[in-house]
């Protein structure tokens, strides 16, 4: 398996493991089967729905294949899944379709179609996926290498309170790639980071002490409990 890492923060860009939500009550149906490891139900359940056009149905089935959850693991079947529901602008399943083509599971490997599939996830918002797409900006990965745009989109899933993109970002601040290099800043992101439950990241807050002042280690504490209740924005 290819990991995303990042530089101090190891971290790695899983496929997502669990089926979503929908208000439909087949739907629902389905999700309290699966949640109860009925998966046969669930796979009863989910299928016709799926058929029909269901994009919540779509993706559940891709993770189930994708799992072997119900039925034999079946990585050609979770992509054909995924990509009806990424087409219905799925973010969860742009996502996890995007996981597929960057580590070669159903289809051929592709960087460049990974990066367009997290892509689409990241404007819509998902956190994962702006993550995914700092990873690959930061490692040239199917786009030029480029760390000013890792740290944009590391900075988006920060402030959605991700904790690898906390920990990156700051590692970026510790480093001065992308951006100035700025240890409080550093120091501030690896607390919260650490804080969320990303203990590598406590690597980077004793990295970025060593290089500071009492006052600056002070500082960078009182900036993270003031971003923290500021919930990540502006920071």
């Not at 899933?157 to 970002?169: D, F, T, V, Y």
């Not at 480093?175 to 240890?183: A, E, F, I, T």
Request: positive net charge; glycine residues 10%; aromatic residues 10%.
């Amino acid at each position: 398996m290819r990991n995303l890492t990042a530089t101090l923060c190891l971290t790695i860009a899983v496929l997502l493991g669990s089926v979503g939500v929908s208000e439909s009550a087949d739907d629902q149906k389905g999700l309290t089967a699966y949640n109860s490891g009925d998966y046969a139900t669930a796979l009863r359940e989910w299928t016709p729905l799926a058929e029909q056009g269901d994009a919540d149905a779509q993706y559940n089935l891709g993770v189930m294949y994708a799992n072997g959850q119900g039925v034999s693991q079946d990585y050609k079947t979770a992509v054909k899944w995924y990509r009806l529901a990424a087409k219905q602008k799925f973010a969860f399943a742009q996502f996890n379709l995007g996981v597929m083509y960057y580590e070669g599971h159903g289809v051929t490997q592709d960087d460049k179609t990974a990066v367009k599939w997290h892509r689409l996830a990241a404007k819509q918002g998902l956190a994962v996926a702006q993550f995914s797409l700092g990873q690959m900006y930061r490692q040239g990965k199917g786009v030029p290498q480029n760390n000013k745009t890792a740290v944009k989109w590391y900075r988006l899933a920060a402030e959605q309170g991700n904790p690898r993109a906390q920990g990156n970002l700051g590692a970026h601040y510790a480093l001065g790639k992308g951006v100035l290099k700025d240890y409080v800043r550093a120091y501030m992101w690896g607390n919260i980071a650490a804080t969320n439950g990303h203990k590598k990241s406590v690597k980077l807050q004793k990295f970025a002490a060593k290089r500071m002042t009492s006052a600056q280690i002070a500082e960078a504490k009182k900036l993270a409990r003031k971003c923290i209740r500021k919930k990540y924005k502006g920071c």
